[in-house]
Each structure stands twice: as structure tokens, then as C-alpha cells.
């Protein structure tokens, strides 16, 4: 059986093609496009174009699930619709993903079968304390009002290969992964549960992002709208476009040309950026009592030795330590690079596509 991945992201389309034997997934296509969303799904039309005839199942990952997609499910209307109602809180994502949707059905027919993974699913299980925010509950319940979580597939892929890496499964049972993208978040998770991530009702909570503004005052919303006389979508193109690393630079939304940059502006988006994520490292040390493991992953946390040393720095005290040369040392593997008395600290590059076959196979009666 083969299986196609569809991985639509802010700034980039994933697609793979896997071949399923024995229960084993191997890779057989591995295509990555940096292309605005808007040229999507020409990519996919071209993948399909010339592979069709070797694919038996398309997976898509999307990005919020809500309180009734908790799980990979076989695409039926009645999911499409679900999908349409949520595009309004994930707005660069979701949209983009029913539209892929679309065009696997109008090229393969009914021939495919199509499949989604929420990205959601993995915080289903949040506990109630971080779970719901102190709204009136009768809102809350009236329009599904609650902290989803996202970057789920990406978060449980690093927790697998953590523990895969470990010779004894019975220690490192708290861990705080760290997905470092153009969109970026962190989650506290004890045994292979998470139990607090940064994002919440929408992929704008938390860390900040490329363009997206990360944690804020909502009366700041309030206020922009009372002072500028905003609509719901300058509001929406502000949050999600202009903000983040962006907005504070006022130059660029790329870590790496951030780091370049010799402007007072650029130095302030990069320390605030690391800043924020040094912050939630040390509050769920504090929800998990500690900590056995930090993982960076996504990206930026995969491939910039800077941002790793600058999120770290100052953590020595509570026994993180990183070991500067592994740190440094250029590599596309998982691996170590903390000191031998320091808590492990590793990198580990995020298989997400893989990740989707998995879960879609598993969790699906009919395979």
C-alpha cells in the first residue's frame, strides 16, 4: 500500500509518498516546496499528476480539529463542513488544507481514500487547569471555547524519538519539547501526555512567531479596534501577518537574517523572541516539578545553534547546560548536545510526515 502525505504549513507544502509493507513505512518521495500558500495546490496537482497511479491513501494534516475532529478520521462531507466552520480560528491553515482536500478528490475521484490528522488531537487529553481559560463558563461552552493546543504531530513526534533514544524507558518521563518554526510553540508533557502547551484557542497564543503575535493583552485588541476602528480582518491581518518577528523588527521574519542584522530593531525581536521561550521553560519546570529532557525541534530549533545557546543561557543553575561544541557542530541527525552533569538536552529533527502515516494507520478500523 502506498500512502501520500499532505503537509501544509504557514510558509511551506510537504509532500511524501510512503510505501507501507509489514507494518514499516518507507520513503519512497520527498518533495518540500517554499511557496506562497496561493501556489499549493498547483504543487499538489503536479505531485498527483505524476504519481497517482501509486497512491492508495492521502493523509493531510490540519491544523485545528476542534472539539469534534479529536482523532484521524476518513474524510466525509460531514467532516468538510466541520472543517469550513473552524477556518475562522485557524485562518492561514485550515482554509488551505480543505482546499488540498479538495483538489486530491478532484484528481483521484473516489479511487483514494483521504484522511486528515489533526494537530490538535494530542491536547485533547489536557487537564482541565490548562485546559480552560477563566471565561464565563456558559460562553464557553456555548461556542466550544477552550486551549486546543497545536504543532501536536510535531510535539508526539519528538516524545517518540526521545524515547526511543533512551536505553531505560523508566527515567526521563518529564519533558518539554520546544517546536521552532515560522510558527512556534512549547509543551510540557509527562509521560508521553501532554500536560501544558502555549498554544491555545488559536495558534496566536504563546511563543512569538514569525508574523503572529504570540501572547498579548486582549485589551490591547480592544483598544485597536476602539482607536483604529478595525474590522474583524484588519484585526486578523495584524495579529497573524504583520506582528511577531516581523512587527518588532520591522525588517524581516527569518531568524537567520535577524541574527545577521546589525539594527537595534532586529536585536531586540531575536532577545525578545528567546526571552518569551525562556519563560515558559521555566514555568513548566515548575508545573512538572522539574524536568529530564529538552528537546528542540522545527526549523529554526533544528538548525540555529544561536537561538538554542540564547533561549538556554542563564539555566545553569537549575542543572541545563548546554555543551557549546555539540551545540555548534553541524548535524541533520538527533542527537545530545548537553554537558555529561546537565539535564539531556537534545535536537531532534521532526518527522511529521511520518508521524501522519502512523496515526492514520493506527487509529483507522479499516486498515
Request: glycine content about 6%; some cysteine; proline content about 2%.
Amino acid at each position: 500500500m502506498s500512502v501520500m502525505t499532505v503537509n501544509a504549513g504557514s510558509s511551506s507544502l510537504r509532500l511524501d509518498l510512503f510505501n507501507i509493507q509489514d507494518g514499516d513505512s518507507l520513503l519512497v518521495i520527498d518533495s518540500q516546496h517554499i511557496v506562497a500558500p496561493a501556489k499549493f495546490s498547483d504543487c499538489v496537482q503536479n505531485f498527483l499528476q505524476k504519481n497517482h497511479d501509486g497512491v492508495d491513501v492521502i493523509v493531510h494534516r490540519i491544523v485545528h480539529g476542534g472539539n469534534k475532529i479529536t482523532r484521524s478520521q476518513v474524510i466525509d462531507q460531514a467532516l468538510e463542513t466541520e472543517l469550513e466552520k473552524l477556518s475562522t480560528l485557524a485562518p492561514l491553515h485550515n482554509p488551505v488544507a480543505l482546499e488540498l482536500i479538495r483538489v486530491c478528490r478532484r484528481l483521484c475521484n473516489d479511487d483514494v481514500v483521504q484522511i486528515v490528522v489533526p494537530d490538535t488531537a494530542f491536547f485533547s487529553t489536557l487537564p482541565d487547569v490548562a485546559k480552560y481559560y477563566a471565561l464565563p463558563q456558559t460562553l464557553c461552552d456555548q461556542y466550544d471555547i477552550r486551549r486546543y493546543g497545536f504543532h501536536g504531530i510535531a510535539h508526539q513526534a519528538m516524545l517518540r524519538t526521545w524515547f526511543a533514544m533512551r536505553a531505560d524507558n523508566k527515567v526521563g518521563k518529564r519533558v518539554i519539547s520546544i517546536q521552532l518554526g515560522a510558527g512556534c510553540s512549547i509543551t510540557a508533557s509527562r509521560n508521553q501526555k501532554p500536560v501544558d502547551t502555549s498554544m491555545g484557542f488559536t495558534p496566536l497564543e504563546g511563543l512569538v512567531m514569525a508574523t503572529r503575535c504570540g501572547d498579548v493583552d486582549a485589551g490591547v485588541i480592544l483598544y485597536l479596534q476602539q482607536q483604529m476602528q478595525c474590522s474583524i480582518d484588519d484585526l486578523q491581518r495584524i495579529l497573524n501577518n504583520e506582528s511577531g518577528l516581523l512587527g518588532l523588527s520591522e525588517e524581516s521574519a527569518d531568524t537567520r537574517q535577524l541574527l545577521l542584522s546589525k539594527n537595534s530593531s532586529a536585536t531586540l525581536a531575536i532577545d525578545l523572541y528567546c526571552y518569551r521561550i525562556k519563560k515558559y521553560v521555566g514555568a513548566y519546570l515548575a508545573v512538572l516539578g522539574g524536568v529530564d529532557a529538552i528537546l528542540f525541534g522545527g526549523g529554526a530549533g533544528e538548525n540555529s545553534w544561536e537561538l538554542r545557546a540564547k533561549i538556554l543561557n542563564g539555566l545553569e543553575w537549575m542543572g541545563i547546560k548546554l555543551n557549546s561544541k555539540l551545540n555548534q557542530a553541524v548535524s541533520d541527525k538527533k542527537r545530545y548536545i548537553s554537558t555529561s552533569d546537565s539535564i539531556a538536552i537534545c535536537v531532534i529533527p521532526v518527522d511529521e510526515s511520518r508521524e501522519m502515516v502512523r496515526e492514520a494507520l493506527s487509529n483507522l478500523a479499516i486498515f
